[in-house]
């Protein structure tokens, strides 16, 4: 039987504005872009919540919810200084680590012999040992699985400590509702609703082909989360598969604008990206595009450079699409697959040199 | 427009037409089917705009002749689903088309025919008659090889090649290529080149039999028109230079081996099962009469194969996406193939072994190429 840890920082980009300003402790604040900017909150703490103010509002909005409310702008570099101080302190536990973002990871804490192998210790250990390093609380989840691990550290937030052990699963699972299993977003859930099925118990009475006809692959996953089942592994490393920039701008720009003025600086920036990635190989570049009643749309295509031109022949398609005055604009590539370069091409020519 | 028409007479055609039909359309009227109903029976069309497919069916009376389009794919499932031999009556009924059999009756919504487009008629160069099958076998021993929205777009298509009374066609993807000509029956003079869009390919394909009833294709400088049995098919042409693909077929490696066809494919099938899903990746070990093959996979899964071949020189280890090897060993015709290595660099060619009385005038020549992977 594994064991899985999954440890959640409590509003960690607002905690360490906290930690280093106590003055900020008690006020509703929020972490994100200016509203005039068109800015969205990326975190907010505990006060700030009591008004309505959550991640991914924007900024607008949460002042419209709270007057009172401090906006910060983030400062990623001290995020960053503060997440490696907190992995280091995961990494004395096990190395086998999967981080999900800066505040966020899992740990397989399967077969390892502190603390006698409890998984309560470890997790209060790691609770007590990040706040004495670092002043940051975390929440922690240890269950048989990365789903349920995850569920349960959101279970007593913040500085939550909920273990599910093996024997428990079946009963903390049937009466879980089906909007709480990952991949079951607003609209599966309301299917889910149609067919009948509320919470996990429901989901488990219907034969898996009748769940893979509705959901088709999903349909399986579907099976078996709700009996608690989830095989996937905490992956140590992560390939990257893409690189990109965006920007969103401060007043709509038509598409004139953007061919002209806004798209050489974006890949410039990709460019000095890919440069800091150690130039890896390219499979396709895409133009992200959202336009101002927030349709978006990404446009693609391989075997390009990835330099302004063929950037703005991409842009001139997704525009196409769209043909509305554009909010956001962003450009990428999607990295080539190293073994998929070991295919031999016939017509060499056909490729583009670069 | 009136008339009544038998299940069997209209599902055909229809199913062929409504082929065509894209599921997603940014036109309304190009995911409906276009009924034209008069004394010379019931004429069905299905467009895309690249590609456009005309069928036919006998009626069984007609009381008033007309036209209207109609949800393709709706009136397909609905006589689909009707019993055997049922008896199926449209008619125009205040601009909806009402569809009554036995007990049942639908109202189905229609667009006026005038707005449904055709293809414009283009001059026509020239015109090739040939049987059916040949055609078919032409299209069933490369097609696999077609690119699919592939950025280089003269890709993901089929060129045709003809030649005083030879018909070639060419297919690749850019890791592998496949070629196959015939001359049996073709009648044709002068020379013309054409790339057939991937989905003309596919549908042209499903117009075909193993018949040699004829089948007339009229060349045009932007389309390709097929009449035979009834159907008129009209395509548009990729407008693109074909890679010069006579260049990349290999010209003499020096490692000719002959293998049983059915028990290679089914060994590389089998190996198939534990290589990378994603890479399929599968090493060949090539010896004096044994060809081991094996695979593995990120799970570190193994298989390994041995067969024996017919094969005398120097030993070679050599990479391929093993997909590309089956996918030739499936329309080879015959019992053994002839494969022909340089180096684990270089292409692989593949050939039909024929042997004593098996070569008939139906007989396609076929080459295959595929590129190696690095290992």
């Known amino acids: 039987m594994r064991k899985i840890l999954h440890a959640d920082c409590d509003c960690f980009y607002a905690a360490v504005e906290m930690r280093d300003d106590p003055s900020l402790r008690d006020i509703p604040i929020a972490i994100g872009g200016r509203p005039e900017q068109r800015g969205v909150v990326a975190t907010c703490n505990y006060p700030a919540r009591r008004f309505g103010v959550h991640s991914a509002m924007s900024s607008a909005q949460a002042l419209r919810l709270c007057p009172q409310l401090r906006l910060l702008p983030p400062d990623f570099e001290r995020y960053r200084q503060v997440s490696a101080e907190i992995m280091a302190i995961f990494q004395q536990l096990t190395d086998r680590i999967e981080p999900l973002s800066l505040d966020e990871a899992f740990l397989d804490i399967s077969g390892i012999e502190r603390f006698k192998g409890s998984g309560t210790w470890m997790a209060e250990w790691l609770k007590a040992r990040t706040r004495e390093v670092t002043g940051i609380t975390i929440s922690v989840g240890v269950a048989p699985n990365k789903f349920l691990a995850k569920i349960a550290s959101d279970w007593r937030k913040p500085d939550g400590l909920y273990v599910i052990t093996p024997d428990q699963v079946d009963a903390f699972v049937s009466a879980m509702p089906v909007g709480k299993l990952p991949g079951v977003g607003p609209a599966t859930a309301a299917r889910l609703e149609r067919m009948g099925i509320a919470d996990c118990q429901a989901l488990r009475q219907r034969p898996i082909a009748e769940l893979i006809d509705h959901f088709g692959k999903f349909g399986r996953r579907l099976y078996e989360l709700s009996r608690g089942i989830d095989e996937r592994e905490v992956k140590t490393h992560r390939e990257r598969k893409s ?70 022949t991409l842009f001139d398609q997704a525009w196409q699409r769209g043909q509305r005055p554009i909010r956001l604009l962003g450009v990428g590539v999607r990295l080539a697959d190293a073994a998929l370069e070991r295919q031999l091409v016939l017509f060499e020519e056909l490729w583009d040199p670069r | 427009m009136k008339f009544s028409i038998s299940r069997e007479a209209l599902l055909r055609p229809l199913s062929l037409v409504a082929g065509v039909v894209e599921r997603r359309q940014t036109l309304p009227v190009l995911s409906n089917v276009l009924l034209i109903a008069g004394g010379d029976g019931l004429a069905l069309t299905g467009t895309d705009l690249e590609v456009e497919l005309i069928g036919h069916a006998e009626l069984d009376s007609l009381e008033a002749a007309g036209s209207t389009t109609v949800p393709a794919r709706k009136l397909m499932d609905i006589c689909r689903s009707l019993p055997e031999g049922a008896m199926i009556s449209l008619a125009l009924e205040e601009g909806r ?83 196959s000509e015939s001359s049996a029956g073709v009648e044709f003079d002068g020379s013309q080149k054409l790339i057939l869009p991937r989905k003309g390919v596919l549908e042209l394909g499903r117009l075909l039999d193993d018949s040699d009833a004829p089948i007339t294709l009229v060349l045009g400088p932007n389309h390709l028109r097929a009449r035979t049995g009834g159907y008129v098919f009209t395509s548009k042409l990729i407008d693109g230079k074909f890679p010069d693909y006579e260049r990349v077929v290999p010209k003499g490696g020096d490692k000719k081996i002959i293998a049983e066809r059915s028990e290679l494919r089914q060994m590389l099938s089998r190996t198939a099962i534990l290589s990378n899903e994603k890479y399929r990746g599968v090493r060949l070990y090539l010896e004096e009469g044994n060809l081991r093959v094996q695979a593995n996979n990120p799970e570190q899964e193994e298989a390994e194969e041995n067969v024996t071949v017919d094969y005398q020189g120097a030993s070679l280890e050599i990479g391929f996406n093993v997909g590309y090897l089956v996918d030739v060993l499936n329309v080879i015709g015959t019992d053994r193939v002839l494969i022909t290595l340089s180096d684990a660099n270089s292409s692989a060619l593949l050939e039909a072994v024929f042997e004593g009385d098996q070569e008939t005038p139906a007989t396609l020549g076929s080459k295959y190429v595929v590129m190696p992977m690095r290992l």
């Open chain 2, 97 to 179: 088309a009402v569809l009554r059999s036995g007990r049942s009756r639908f109202t189905l919504s229609t667009l006026p025919a005038a707005e449904f487009p055709n293809i414009e008629q283009s001059k026509h160069d020239a015109e090739l008659t040939l049987p059916r099958g040949v055609l078919k076998r032409l299209i069933d021993a490369t097609g696999f090889a077609m690119a699919q929205q592939d950025v280089r777009y003269y890709l993901n298509g089929m060129l045709f090649e003809l030649v005083s009374g030879v018909v070639r066609v060419v297919a690749t993807d850019g890791h592998r290529l496949a070629v």
């Open chain 1, 243 to 312: 690189v990109s920039v965006e920007t969103t701008f401060d007043r709509d720009i038509d598409d004139q604008q953007a061919r002209c003025t806004a798209l050489a600086p974006l890949v410039e920036r990709l460019a000095e990206r890919l440069d800091r990635h150690g130039a890896p190989s390219i499979g396709k570049l895409f133009v992200k595009v959202r336009f101002d009643d927030f349709t978006s749309t990404t446009l693609e295509s391989g075997g390009l450079a990835p330099k302004l031109d063929n950037f703005v």
